[in-house]
C-alpha cells in the first residue's frame, strides 16, 4: 500500500511548514504507554508508519485526559 502513496502539493507544503508535530498521549495500554521512557503502543505504531511515509517528525508528550 506505501508503493501507491502520494501526498497533494497541499500537503507537501503543510509538512514544509510543520515538520514536527506534538501528541499528547497518556498511559493506556495497548494504545500507549511508557516503557522504560519511551512511548510505545499501538498508537506510536501507527504515527511511526504516518512518519515514514510522510517525513513528519511525532513529538510525544505525556497527557492526562481523564478529565475530559
Do not use: C, R
Amino acid at each position: 500500500a506505501q508503493d501507491n502513496f502520494a501526498m497533494s502539493e497541499a500537503q507537501i507544503n503543510w509538512v514544509l511548514k510543520h515538520p514536527t508535530v506534538p501528541v499528547g498521549l497518556e498511559q493506556s495500554a495497548p494504545l500507549s504507554f511508557l516503557d522504560e521512557g519511551i512511548f510505545s503502543g499501538v498508537i506510536v505504531d501507527y504515527l511511526t508508519v504516518i512518519s515514514n511515509m510522510t517525513g513528519i517528525q511525532f513529538v510525544y508528550k505525556t497527557a492526562d485526559f481523564s478529565d475530559l
